[in-house]
């Protein structure tokens, strides 16, 4: 079996086996919850606060995800609420390039699978991160 690089998907593929679409990956994953629990809490405060001390510039940010893959995350509005509250208790600002709104995620094409974006996808979500910290700057 041969490997080679698949440019559209990010990833060194054996004889192209691997090479599911996003779309196609979307119909074989379970619903799950993500959370961010009193102990991931205590440690993003203390990171802050050392942050703070050291006068270090923070930001938070969530990545594109596959917008089909929304539904398959249970208490995704609860968790994205925890993250803007701790950012703006802590005056940081925070970008959010996980929704729908935002077009890479409405792109299957774009992805590897439902939460990596393949190398197409990262170079455009690069231009547009920096673009987005250019204004902060």
């Known amino acids: 079996s041969s490997s080679f690089l698949d440019t559209t998907k ?5 004889d192209g086996s691997e090479a599911a679409s996003a779309e196609k990956s979307d119909k074989n994953q379970q619903f799950k919850y993500r959370y961010i629990d009193a102990k991931d809490m205590a ?11 050291k006068n270090i510039r923070i930001l938070f940010y969530s990545a594109p995800e596959y917008s089909k893959s929304f539904a398959l995350q249970g208490n995704r509005d609860k968790l994205f609420k925890e993250i803007k509250h701790l950012a703006a208790k802590n005056s940081i600002t925070y970008y959010n ?15 590897k699978d439902n939460t990596h974006l ?5 170079l455009l979500f690069s231009k547009q991160f920096a673009d987005s910290l250019k204004q902060q700057l």
Do not use: A, H, M, Q
């Open 97 to 111: 390039f996980e929704t729908p709104s935002v077009n890479l995620c409405n792109d299957y094409t774009l992805f």
């Open 10 to 14: 990010g990833t060194f593929l054996v």
């Open 43 to 53: 440690y993003l405060e203390k990171i802050i606060s050392y942050c703070r001390s």
């Open 118 to 122: 393949n190398i197409k996808g990262s």
